[in-house]
């Protein structure tokens, strides 16, 4: 049995995904980020850095893995999936997990926080990141012309990529011109695990919203950055 230790972010939601498609028993426990649970003594014994998602390998003598990549990475490891098993294989998968942990990952969380969440609305922070992501994307549109999939097959490459790609427009980011990149989100978002994935556990918005909902929610987080506390950029 893992413990998964998570929210309701894209980093959080790439550990559920790739559970569901192992299918690997798990049990589930939130932690309210707003009330900084991430950061309780208890936790922070799980994970020194004090962000989610983690695991406890209860199988494995308690062992515990914190990084959502290393924890992808440990999970087809420990089970022989979603990763080839020859080392080129294995390097291109690795590659882009790299990919989204060094560039998705960072500059769509940085557009989060400048578009969505900051109080002041910094133009040239806004531009930067967002045109960052959007060349990114034409990255992935660009290899997925001729792949399939990312990295040969379907992998945890895909998972970690998808799961923020997925929420470009909460970034303010369009890709109404990469076709390649759409069919590829919904491909991926077709599949049962991860439809289950993504709802482990829901999340408070629909981040394809732009409503009063959205705005809400936006001001909430808005009202964490002001306070100054550490706040997840994948939320």
Same mark, same amino acid.
């Given at each position: %049995?893992?413990?998964?230790?998570?929210?309701?972010?894209?980093?959080?939601?790439?550990?559920?995904?790739?559970?569901? $498609?192992?299918?690997?028993?798990? +049990?589930?426990?939130?932690? *309210?980020?707003?009330?900084?649970?991430?950061?309780?003594?208890?936790?922070?014994?799980?994970?020194?850095?004090?962000?989610?998602?983690? @695991?406890?390998?209860?199988?494995? !003598?308690?062992?515990?893995?914190?990084?959502?990549? &290393?924890?992808?990475?440990?999970l087809?490891?420990?089970?022989?999936?979603?990763i080839?098993?020859?080392?080129?294989?294995?390097?291109r998968?690795?590659?882009?997990?790299?990919?989204? %942990?060094?560039?998705?990952?960072?500059?769509?969380?940085? /557009?989060n926080?400048?578009?969505?969440?900051?109080?002041?609305? @910094?133009?040239?922070?806004?531009?930067?990141?967002?045109?960052?992501?959007? #060349?990114?994307?034409?990255?992935?549109?660009?290899?997925?012309?001729?792949? $399939?999939?990312l &990295?040969?097959?379907?992998?945890?490459?895909?998972? /970690?990529?998808?799961?923020?790609? #997925? +929420?470009?427009?909460?970034?303010?980011?369009? @890709? !109404? !011109? =990469?076709?390649?990149?759409?069919?590829?989100? $919904?491909?991926?978002?077709?599949?049962?695990?991860?439809?289950?994935?993504? *709802?482990?556990?829901?999340?408070? @918005?629909?981040?394809? /919203?732009?409503?009063?909902?959205?705005?809400?929610?936006?001001?909430?987080?808005?009202?964490?950055?002001?306070?100054?506390?550490? =706040?997840?950029?994948?939320?």
């Amino acid at each position: %049995m893992i413990d998964l230790y998570t929210a309701a972010t894209p980093n959080g939601h790439k550990i559920s995904i790739a559970l569901e $498609e192992l299918a690997l028993p798990y +049990t589930m426990h939130t932690l *309210n980020l707003s009330k900084r649970e991430q950061k309780q003594p208890w936790f922070l014994a799980i994970n020194p850095n004090g962000r989610i998602p983690a @695991i406890v390998d209860r199988a494995e !003598d308690d062992f515990t893995v914190f990084e959502s990549g &290393a924890i992808l990475l440990y999970l087809a490891e420990k089970t022989g999936r979603l990763i080839p098993d020859d080392t080129k294989g294995r390097s291109r998968v690795v590659q882009w997990l790299m990919f989204q %942990m060094g560039g998705i990952g960072p500059m769509m969380g940085q /557009a989060n926080v400048f578009f969505r969440y900051f109080p002041e609305k @910094i133009t040239p922070a806004i531009d930067r990141y967002q045109g960052e992501c959007k #060349r990114l994307f034409r990255v992935l549109d660009g290899h997925l012309k001729e792949h $399939e999939f990312l &990295a040969g097959d379907y992998s945890i490459a895909d998972i /970690a990529n998808w799961a923020w790609v #997925r +929420t470009h427009r909460w970034s303010g980011v369009d @890709i !109404d !011109d =990469l076709p390649q990149l759409q069919r590829w989100l $919904e491909q991926i978002r077709r599949r049962p695990a991860v439809q289950k994935g993504i *709802n482990t556990p829901p999340s408070e @918005i629909d981040r394809d /919203a732009d409503d009063e909902q959205a705005r809400q929610f936006a001001e909430k987080t808005r009202q964490m950055v002001e306070m100054g506390q550490s =706040l997840q950029t994948g939320v």
